[in-house]
């Protein structure tokens, strides 16, 4: 399974972007999906996520209301819209998938065993 992420750049505040995430080697029929991100210095923090059964997306409380996670109906791409942008919204955002990820683990980095190769997103004046 690959994962690959586009879609970074550089937005003022108050923009939108919107990533994408395209597997190869599987669909995401039956895998959670997630979106994290790693700041400068920091470490890899949750995003949102959508659960194995496609329920209701699970987002950080700093972007619910501002962020979007979705996925394609063919199940082959992940999205996030990302709107109202701030600079602390600047990071290098990577999408995960795993098939064994409980729902208790969603916003865990370690539940996921495929990775991205993350795409920057800068938020900036």
């Known amino acids: 399974v690959q994962l690959v992420e586009s879609g970074g750049g550089l937005v003022h505040p108050g923009g939108s972007l919107r990533l994408s995430c395209g597997a190869s080697?599987?669909?995401?029929?039956?895998?959670?999906t997630a979106w994290f991100r790693q700041a400068p210095g920091k470490e890899r923090d949750f995003v949102a996520a959508?659960?194995?059964?496609?329920?209701?997306?699970i987002y950080e409380d700093s972007v619910k209301g501002r962020f979007t996670i979705s996925r394609d109906s063919a199940k082959t791409t992940m999205f996030l819209q990302m709107d109202s942008l701030k600079p602390e919204d600047t990071a290098v955002y990577y999408c995960?998938?795993?098939?064994?990820?409980?729902?208790?683990?969603?916003?865990?980095?370690?539940?996921?065993?495929?990775w991205g190769q993350g795409t920057e997103v800068t938020v900036s004046s």
């Open positions: 995960a998938a795993g098939n064994r990820v409980i729902n208790s683990a969603i916003r865990y980095s370690s539940a996921y065993d495929y």
């Open positions: 080697g599987t669909t995401f029929r039956n895998y959670a």
């Open positions: 959508l659960t194995r059964s496609a329920g209701a997306p």
